[in-house]
């Protein structure tokens, strides 16, 4: 079956630097990849995703990048805030739906 | 638009006791509904889904069972919890199958 694997597991930065976080999976067939946020004591929430046709999208300060040869995607965010502080999922949908184990992004100020 | 409940935000339940949290979604017809199990810490365990009025899924063996008695009402339920039940719980929809989730705000139960 599908396996995704989320890395780092958490990350620091510093307000204003950018963060990146990178997932890869193992089934060539998959073709949707969606990213949550997660912010504490509250369900996640998609913040952005990519399907399998194209190699990058992007949202205000997120982007994710998506190399179907490699099999591996990555969420950016740039000029993090604060707020940005949360946990992010990524995931991979084929036959199934499988998240990744998360990172705790932490931006201090 | 869409929105999904989950009710009660919060549960203290004694081992032994029994178990029902209840998911709703309004704005859509048919959606599939999804019972995830969240640990301290992260990592989201899929308990089951449904694509249809009565069709339940399992996906892990537990203690754990769900209905689904309307078109967009999931129930989880137990007749007997465990303290391994303690946990964060929350309910997805999607309009496709494996498309895209969004979740409820989650129920937390702590089992003593």
């Known amino acids: 079956g599908e396996n995704v694997e989320q890395h780092p597991s958490t990350l620091s930065v510093q307000e204003g630097d950018s963060a990146v976080i990178k997932c890869t999976y193992s089934?060539?067939?998959?073709?949707?990849f969606p990213w949550y946020k997660q912010e504490l004591g509250k369900g996640p929430q998609l913040i952005i995703d990519i399907r399998s046709n194209v190699g990058e999208k992007k949202d205000q300060r997120i982007a994710v990048t998506l190399n179907k040869t490699a099999k591996h995607f990555s969420l950016h965010i740039t000029e993090t805030q604060p707020e940005d502080s949360a946990v992010y999922f990524c995931a991979v949908a084929g036959t199934a739906l499988i998240f990744g184990k998360g990172t705790t992004l932490s931006v201090s100020s | 638009s869409q929105t999904i409940h989950q009710w009660p935000a919060t549960l203290v339940q004694p081992v032994g006791s029994p178990l029902s949290l209840e998911c709703t979604v309004e704005g859509t017809s048919n959606p599939n509904l999804y019972w995830y199990r969240q640990a301290a810490g992260r990592g989201l365990q899929l308990l089951f889904y449904?694509?249809?009025?009565?069709?339940i899924s399992s996906e892990v063996p537990q203690n754990l069972s769900a209905s689904r008695p309307q078109d967009r009402q999931f129930i989880l339920s137990s007749k007997k919890l465990l303290l391994s039940d303690s946990g964060f719980y929350l309910c997805?929809?999607?309009?496709?199958?494996?498309?895209?989730?969004?979740f409820g705000p989650g129920t937390r139960l702590l089992v003593l």
């Open positions: 997805a929809w999607s309009s496709g199958t494996w498309e895209t989730q969004y």
């Open positions: 089934d060539s067939a998959s073709n949707y």
């Open positions: 449904s694509v249809g009025i009565g069709q």
